[in-house]
Nanobody, 124 residues
Framework: VQLQASGGGLVQPGGSLALACAAS????????VAWFRQAPGKEREGVAV????????YYSDSVKGRFTVSRDNAKNTAYLQMNDLKADDTAVYYC??????????????????WGQGTLVTVSS
């Protein structure tokens, strides 16, 4: 099983990036997809979740209205579209797969599979 995250890079404030998480060895649409991030000196935090059950999406307050999580089952790939990026969005971003209950969607320990992380730097 492998999750390959890509799409990170350097972007100016107000810019956009699209992260991808390509899965192999498993079927993406059997899992809830989550994106977490970890900034230097901070704990890992969840920013976006797309649940297996019903496909509903959830976002942290810090990214709501700017980030969109999606999945392409045919490509076995999940995405995180990030718009209007801010300096505070600078972090390593991780995709994760699991089957958490609704009350645990932000609990990183619930997720079974993790990508290797991709660095997003927002700076002028």
């Amino acid at each position: 099983v492998q999750l390959q995250a890509s799409g990170g890079g350097l972007v100016q404030p107000g810019g956009s990036l699209a992260l991808a998480c390509a899965a192999s060895g498993l079927t993406l649409n059997s899992y809830t997809v989550a994106w977490f991030r970890q900034a230097p000196g901070k704990e890992r935090e969840g920013v976006a979740v797309r649940r297996l059950s019903g496909g509903r999406t959830y976002y942290s307050d810090s990214v709501k209205g700017r980030f969109t999580v999606s999945r392409d089952n045919a490509k076995n790939t999940a995405y995180l579209q990030m718009n209007d990026l801010k300096a505070d969005d600078t972090a390593v971003y991780y995709c994760a797969l699991g089957n958490p209950i609704l009350s645990a969607i932000w609990d990183s320990q619930i997720y079974r599979y993790w990508g290797q992380g991709t660095l997003v730097t927002v700076s002028s």
